[in-house]
């Protein structure tokens, strides 16, 4: 057997040549997603930490009787192209008596209506979802005891952001 050999039309030689093809796909993908705002003028990092720090908002205010606690972060930008930036932050949202995390998790990408999809299915031990926007922001939402209570968890990765992050 010549296993390291291409073999005749329809063996295993054609379905190696397809992998390949979607292996180079897959590879231009990323490049051009992670130099896709280098190439194009995009929004700043001033707009993502706004449109990102406002779904975040907008997220904690689906939570009954909610109140949000921002988590501050050491360094809350991470570059993804020159001269451009991801931002990101973290959030828990106390909610009141008698909250159902599982309705909540399960009812939320509809509340939030078009631009988000389900992004990533995750089997974990508490109610999640990750949900992706279509300016291409991340949100993770989980339900978990922190302290002994209930909180909403969020964590929200922007877009890449051109400019530089603010001193902080």
């Known amino acids: 057997m010549n296993r390291g050999l291409p073999g005749p039309r329809g063996s295993g030689g054609a379905l190696r040549g397809l992998k390949n093809v979607a292996a180079t796909a897959i590879l231009i993908l990323a490049a051009t997603t992670m130099t896709g705002c280098v190439m194009a003028s995009g929004p700043t990092i001033d ?9 975040m ?5 689906e939570v ?8 501050p972060s050491d360094s809350p930008y991470w570059k993804c192209a020159e001269s ?4 990101s932050t973290r959030w828990t949202v106390a909610p009141e008596e008698g ?3 599982p309705a ?9 209506g078009d631009g988000f999809r389900k992004f990533e299915t ?19 939402v989980q339900v978990i005891d922190l302290d ?17 992050p603010p001193a902080e």
């Open 64 to 71: 009954p009787g909610g109140v949000p606690e921002v988590r």
């Open 104 to 112: 909540f998790i399960e009812a939320l990408p509809a509340r939030l």
């Open 148 to 164: 002994g209570r209930t909180v909403v968890s969020l964590l929200g990765v922007s877009a890449c952001g051109e400019g530089k």
């Open 84 to 87: 451009s930036f991801y931002y």
């Open 57 to 61: 908002q907008r997220v904690a205010d």
């Open 47 to 55: 707009e993502v930490r706004a449109d990102t720090d406002a779904m």
């Open 122 to 140: 995750v089997e974990v031990s508490v109610p999640a979802i990750a949900l992706k926007h279509s300016s291409g922001m991340l949100l993770d």
């Open 99 to 101: 909250f159902n995390g």
